[in-house]
């Protein structure tokens, strides 16, 4: 080979090296580009690797911490167990201190019961006795009052001859409601149909209510037999619609019905008076308490007498447009079935009643 | 008019009817009790009588029914403080014309024994 071929070759090797050599540059600027990358990334590795970790102690530092929450829920749940319980316990203290009280107190209701009636018996004997020894006196000085009113000579006062009359009879009056109401004798009762004796009376109530120019309405529901006494219920039914009627201004109208409610036959007589008072009403049935002029107060204390030897209740419904009385009785077993099939009726009302 | 006893054991009561009955003209005579009630019935005789059921000795009911014993027709009035409805019936089932409750009205007797006197006259 000669030198020029020599100096070409040399020529074509030193290109070739110096594009190698480029080549290597080039590929040297791109690792080192690589490596500045990777370097950067790496950084960015290590910051976010150095992020994670401080995320992961914070979320530490929180579970740590809903951890001592809950310890401390867990302590007041335990707490208000605690006191839950108390309450209960003491809840339960109140509910048999109250048993014992109504204990004790129904006791107390019973003895004074029981000593009532003993006292009632005592009473019951000795007024049939008491009503014989005054009213024996009573007619001899009734009997001369009336003979010596008649007489010429006292003829000026025979106003105060009838008034001395009338006193007497008032106090008589009071004797024999006295002894109907002192009467223990278990009262003879039967089976019977209550709106039968309504209506046996109804006449003579009606009468009453006409003469005083005031209505009355009679409404008898379908009712099972009861066990009455019927001259007690007869006493009981004309003091209570007296009482209404006198309640009364004119064209009043008095109301007396019977149905059946609750299991219970219920006797409802309703007037359209002015009412009782409140002051009143927690008196009423006492002996002797009375509103009227002339009324002797025994009236109602019979009434209530009459009911509690019935077994049934009075309950007063009262206001300035009127005041009803209703009498609940309870139905006899032989006739509670009939109430059944009533009972039954009801939740079918004929139309038109 | 007529004769009349009166059987009761309270002065007051025989008091009052002794004058009103010899007010009215009637012949009475009086007995405190039951048997005295039966003795004078069969001496004086009356037409009527007036007999009060609680008396001693002897109670007007039985006296009633000894009487009745002797005589089914004589007029008999019964009276009573009482009011006791058992012994009024068994009085009415031997025979009595009326029963009195006292203090009865005494001139609603008065009118009574007057209308059995005028039935007895005729």
């Keep these: ?353 | 008019m007529g004769k009349i006893l009166v059987a009761d054991d309270q002065f007051g009561v025989r008091s009052l009817l002794v004058e009103v009955f010899r007010e009215d003209q009637h012949d009475v005579e009086t007995a405190e009790n039951g048997a005295e009630a039966l003795r004078l019935f069969i001496a004086f005789k009356p037409d009527l009588i007036l007999l009060d059921m609680k008396m001693p000795v002897m109670n007007g009911l039985e006296a009633l029914r000894e009487i009745r014993k002797l005589d089914s027709q004589v007029a008999v009035i019964m009276m009573t403080a009482y009011g006791d409805i058992q012994t009024m019936e068994t009085a009415k089932d031997l025979g009595i014309l009326y029963y009195m409750s006292k203090p009865f009205d005494l001139f609603e007797l008065r009118q009574r024994i007057s209308d059995i006197f005028k039935r007895i006259a005729s």
């Design chain 1, 1 to 353: 080979m000669g030198i020029s071929e020599a100096i070409l070759e040399g020529g074509h090797w030193a290109a070739k090296l110096i594009t190698a050599n480029k080549e290597l540059a080039f590929q040297s600027d791109e690792r080192e580009k690589l490596l500045a990358e990777l370097i950067t990334v790496n950084k960015e590795l290590v910051f976010q690797g150095k992020e994670k970790c401080k995320r992961a102690a914070e979320l530490i530092i929180a579970n740590k911490e809903l951890a001592f929450e809950c310890k401390e829920k867990g302590k007041r749940a335990a707490e208000l167990i605690i006191a839950n319980k108390e309450l209960a316990f003491q809840c339960k203290e109140k509910e048999d201190r109250a048993a014992e009280f109504i204990t004790e107190r129904q006791r107390r209701l019973f003895e004074e019961k029981m000593a009532r009636l003993d006292r009632l018996n005592l009473v019951g004997q000795m007024a049939a006795g008491i009503g014989h020894e005054i009213r024996n006196p009573m007619t001899t000085v009734r009997g001369y009052l009336q003979l010596l009113g008649a007489k010429h000579e006292y003829a000026v006062r025979k106003p105060t001859f009838d008034l001395m009359i009338s006193e007497l009879d008032r106090a008589n009056a009071i004797i024999t409601e006295f002894l109907s109401l002192a009467q223990t004798k278990r009262t003879e009762q039967r089976s019977q149909d209550l709106n039968d004796l309504l209506g046996k009376l109804y006449p003579l109530i009606e009468a009453d209510t006409f003469t005083q120019n005031k209505q009355i309405s009679f409404i008898p529901g379908e009712i099972p037999n009861l066990e009455l006494n019927g001259n007690e219920i007869t006493q009981l039914l004309l003091n209570l619609t007296r009482n209404g009627l006198e309640a009364m201004e004119e064209r009043g109208r008095l109301q007396i019905k019977s149905y059946v409610d609750n299991g219970k036959v219920v006797l409802a007589i309703a007037d359209e008076g002015c009412g009782i008072a409140a002051e009143n009403l927690r008196k009423l049935g006492t002996p002797f308490f009375t509103t009227k002029d002339s009324g002797t107060g025994l009236g109602l204390a019979t009434c209530y007498k009459i009911v509690e030897s019935h077994n049934a209740k009075i309950d007063i419904d009262s206001s300035t447009r009127g005041t009803t009385f209703f009498i609940s009785f309870p139905i006899p077993v032989a006739s509670s079935k009939i109430v059944d099939i009533l009972s039954q009726k009801a939740i079918h009302p004929i139309s038109g009643s």
